[in-house]
């Protein structure tokens, strides 16, 4: 996860929503758990936010520039895949800048 380091270059915002109990949402929990002391100690200006709500589907959302904001569905997704989509977010939110 060395990518993470410039997080803050590209993102206002990273925010994680899963349920607390199910199984759909397990990755989800166990990234969070796993990785956020890594990408907060990296990034300390990015707020990094996590909404528990019971029977919710796991979403990762990124705020952009301007307020945008994109959303991916982390249902059923491993951990190592929700590595991957908060690094595509990430490069969306570069490549926005270079427009």
Known sequence: MAWTG????????IRF?????????????D??????AEIKA?????PFLVRECSGVQPQLWARYEMGVERCVDLNCLTEVQIDR??????KIGESAKTK
């Open 42 to 46: 990296r990034n300390p200006t990015v």
């Open 85 to 90: 989509k908060l690094e595509e977010l990430a």
């Open 6 to 13: 410039n997080l803050s270059r590209s993102v206002k915002e």
């Open 17 to 29: 929503l899963f349920c607390q109990s199910s199984p759909a949402s397990a990755a989800a929990r």
């Open 31 to 36: 990234f969070v758990r796993n990785h956020y």
